[in-house]
C-alpha cells in the first residue's frame, strides 16, 4: 500500500461552488463513494461506476444565482444522479428542486427510449442551513408512496434533502463512511490544519482533503473561491436585513392598532389604567392619545 504523504495547510471550505465541483465534479471515484454511502440505495444496488452527463446530456436547469446543481452523473445501470450544495436555504427550494429532479426524469425520452426503459432519478441536495425547526431529524428522504400502503412505491425518483448543521454522527443510520463524508463537509474549511485520523480510514475521504488543500488551487480559482463565499455573505445579509425591516413593519403595523383601539377606548370613557392592561401600551403614549 502506497503511504501518503502528511498533508498540512489550509484547508478551503468543500461547499464552496469552485471546491466542490473540484473534488466531486472531476473524479468518479469520490462521487461514486459520496453517493453509495449517503443515498438510500438497496443492498445489492450500490453504484459499479459512474461518468459524468455532458452539458447537452444534463437535465435543462434555470440558472438561480448561487444556486448550481453542482454534479450530474449516471451509472451503469442508467440512474441519474443530481447533487446540488445549497448554501441558503429559501421557501421555493423545495419546490425547485423536485422540478428539476422531475425534470431530469422526463427528458430521458429526448434520447429516444420508450416509456418502460426510463431510469431512476435520484436527487440529493446537501443544504447549509436548518430548514425543518420541527425536529431533530437532519436526513429527509422523500418518494412517491402509497399513503394507505407505505411499502409499495412506484419507482422513477427519489430525493433526499441533508441538513448539514443539525448533523450528528450518533444519530446517523447509514454506512460508516457516510459519517466521515458529512464531517468532511462541515469540518473542512473550519480551522483545520491536518487530516484527523478518523478521515484516514476512508482513502477516499483523504483524496478529497488533498483536493481542498488551498495549494491545490490556482490565483484565479482562488479569486473564485473568495467571490463565491462574499457573494453568500452579503446574500444573507440582505436577507437578515430583509427580515429585521419586515419585524420592524410588523411591530409598527401593531402598534398602531393597539393605538387604535386604545383611542375607541379612552373615546367610550374607559379608564387609562384599564386601557393601559388591555393594550399593554405605555401610559405616557395612552395619555397623548386622550381626547
Same mark, same amino acid.
Given at each position: ?156 425518483? *427519489? ?87 419586515? *419585524? ?44
Amino acid at each position: 500500500m502506497v503511504k501518503r504523504k502528511q498533508i498540512t495547510g489550509k484547508f478551503l471550505d468543500p461547499k464552496a461552488d469552485v471546491v466542490f465541483k473540484k473534488i466531486f465534479g472531476h473524479h468518479p471515484d469520490l462521487i461514486k463513494s459520496f453517493l453509495n454511502n449517503l443515498l438510500p440505495l438497496p443492498d445489492g444496488h450500490l453504484i459499479e461506476s459512474v461518468k459524468y452527463l455532458m452539458p447537452e446530456q444534463s437535465p435543462r436547469i434555470p440558472s438561480m444565482k448561487n444556486t448550481i446543481v453542482d454534479v450530474k452523473c449516471t451509472d451503469e445501470t442508467g440512474r441519474i444522479f443530481i447533487v446540488e450544495m445549497q448554501m441558503t436555504w429559501s421557501k421555493t427550494f423545495l419546490q425547485r428542486f423536485l422540478f428539476e429532479t422531475s425534470k431530469a426524469y422526463v427528458q430521458q425520452l429526448e434520447r429516444g427510449k420508450a416509456y418502460e426503459e426510463l431510469c431512476p432519478v435520484y436527487g440529493l441536495a446537501l443544504v447549509n442551513q436548518t430548514f425543518e425547526e420541527t425536529t431533530d431529524d437532519w436526513f429527509h428522504h422523500y418518494k412517491l408512496t402509497n399513503v394507505k400502503d407505505i411499502d409499495k412505491t412506484l419507482e422513477g425518483m *427519489q430525493m433526499i434533502f441533508l441538513e448539514l448543521p443539525k448533523f450528528n454522527p450518533k444519530t446517523l443510520e447509514h454506512r460508516k463512511v457516510g459519517v466521515l463524508w458529512m464531517r468532511f463537509l462541515r469540518e473542512t474549511g473550519t480551522g483545520l490544519e491536518a487530516i484527523p485520523e478518523e478521515f484516514k480510514a476512508s482513502p477516499e475521504v483523504v483524496k478529497a482533503m488533498e483536493l481542498a488543500q488551498e495549494s491545490a488551487y490556482t490565483p484565479t480559482e482562488l479569486m473564485a473561491y473568495d467571490e463565491y463565499l462574499d457573494a453568500i455573505r452579503v446574500q444573507q445579509t440582505v436577507r437578515a436585513d430583509s427580515f429585521k425591516e419586515g *419585524q420592524e413593519e410588523e411591530r409598527k403595523k401593531n402598534e398602531e392598532e393597539k393605538k387604535n383601539m386604545a383611542r375607541k377606548m379612552l373615546a367610550k370613557g374607559i379608564d387609562i389604567e384599564d386601557v393601559q392592561e388591555f393594550t399593554d401600551l405605555p401610559l405616557k403614549v395612552i395619555q397623548s392619545l386622550h381626547p
